[in-house]
């Protein structure tokens, strides 16, 4: 089959013939229509992940064929009993395990949700580790209520927008903070209230004096910019971590006591959180956005384009029949 | 009456004659007969508290007696109606309303409970405002289980011995931390399992050779050293932080969200709380350690060793009848 293959960290990929997988007993070779990226296919690239094999196909996120039926991929496995953290043997779809940079993909049979029938190939492959990701960190970890008002930080990226996306449908009010004017207007015409440019030195001034009182924040930074969520948060509010791209997170202790705060960790989640995250994908009729379509031969170039921080939602690959 | 009474920031304070309280409305006059020091006692002789009126009566800890029944204070008033965070009008014993410090304060009616029997007058005093911060810590934030393995730094402190304790008769595997050997050999006393320095630098080391995969994490210090303790907890765990002596709490995002950590600010607790956590005293049979009990006369020289750190246990002041 056709793939883009990972040869070695900081080489470029390169697209063309790689074996076929097998399939063993339980699992099934799911045909690809359309594959996206995500942060975690960079940074294996640049040798930033352990246990790196290669050569081999990255790729988490795919939508596709299986026996005539359209599916979407849950891009965990394992995660075993416990819905609080995932097993040690928890792993995601490429990397160790061959991805959906690929014509086809082999996954275990119970890995396959249906595709929600209002989403094109591209949009549904947008939806799975974003959608996932931002379900729990919305609803299970920060348990958000209809009216409540949230800040999703770093908007732009694909789980950003997709929590934006999520938080709004169930009836919050979201803010954003973004790097780039334009992606805050983008994330306007979305339904969001509002935004600053986490660039401008006052931004937390600029922002405290549009919303205060945050419900929930869901961030993917740290930093030294993380203390001024905690004070951003109402008493008894909630801050979610599914990333740290700004590296060290710093917070007043005081200001995390006396006001009750709460900061949850999370990451993927479980199948159970896959299949509700789906449900509510298609009962909201809710479209991940899709920054830009590649072909898988110009795969570089997509990788490029999330190194940069230039996308505004999902970065997807058109797979070639 | 006479009284321990604090003039200015700054300034010695001044045992002599003070204006009894009048009760009003629903109000009592507890005729005391022991109290104990706070951190917060200390910091508002220090300037350190917005809202300082003075002359006042300091103290949020006391036990007396109040019509023939032997009583203790729940130092917290004006919780208000969402167990999560305390209303705007919650305000603590001891200023701005006058506290503990003297022959005889003023209380609601609701704030009194019955002191457990097996306790000296001493060592009521001593359970209050700790054990309701330490209560609250354990079961409402961290949800504390039989079995688990918890670890309370910093130990020495009324509300980080309370926190042990506590989770001692919840059958929970205690391990500590202090900054003193002495401290260390008087907690293992206590039924703790061990315990490290954390002046000695490669204290975290040590620590995770001898217990790994904390449940339930209690800290007051933050600091740099906030880092290690993340990076202590097991998958799925948590941390409470009641305090800050250490200043800005740093930590890596990486750390929290890939194993779902969280970090829960607390601070004293509900009517609910003080209620439960006095049952679970007197069924346990807890006995709250006081380090020493000094007149009020003498009351500047408790402060001192409360400011300095030197205290293993509450400091308590005996009331002249």
Not at 120 to 146: D, H, I, M, N, V
Request: charged share 15%.
């Amino acid at each position: 089959m056709k793939a883009l293959v990972y040869n070695a960290p900081g080489e470029a990929l390169q697209f063309g013939d790689y074996p076929d997988p097998a399939p063993g007993d339980g699992e099934v070779l799911v045909q690809l229509r359309a594959a996206a990226l995500n942060h975690r296919d960079v940074f294996i690239t640049q040798g930033l992940y352990p246990n790196i094999r290669t050569p081999s196909v990255l790729g988490s996120d795919g939508a596709g064929l299986y026996n005539g039926r359209e599916v979407i991929i849950n891009p965990g496995t394992g995660w075993g009993d416990n819905p609080a953290y995932p097993s040690r043997n928890y792993q995601v779809l490429g990397m160790p395990i061959d991805g959906t940079f690929a014509q086809r993909v082999l996954v275990s049979a119970d890995r396959l949700a249906s595709k929600p029938a209002h989403l094109s190939w591209e949009q549904a492959a947008a939806l799975p580790l974003g959608g996932l990701t931002a379900y729990r960190a919305l609803f299970t970890k920060a348990r958000l209520q209809s009216g409540q008002r949230v800040l999703v930080t770093g908007i732009g990226g694909g789980v950003a927008l997709m929590t934006a996306q999520l938080a709004l449908a169930a009836g919050a009010e979201v803010w954003v903070t973004s790097g780039s004017a334009e992606k805050l207007q983008r994330a306007k015409k979305l339904g969001i209230t509002g935004g600053v440019n986490y660039r401008d030195a006052d931004w937390q001034k600029q922002l405290s004096a549009l919303a205060v009182d945050f419900d929930v924040i869901v961030d993917s930074a740290g930093g030294e910019a993380f203390a001024h969520l905690v004070r951003l948060c109402r008493p008894g509010g909630c801050i979610v971590v599914y990333g740290g791209g700004k590296g060290l997170a710093t917070f007043s202790p005081q200001h995390l006591f006396w006001r009750q705060i709460s900061i949850h960790g999370t990451s993927m989640g479980t199948d159970q959180e896959f299949q509700d995250m789906v449900d509510f994908v298609a009962q909201h009729r809710i479209t991940p956005v899709v920054d830009s379509v590649y072909s898988l031969s110009d795969g570089n170039n997509a990788f490029q384009r999330m190194d940069r921080g230039l996308q505004f939602g999902k970065i997807v690959f058109s797979i070639p029949q």
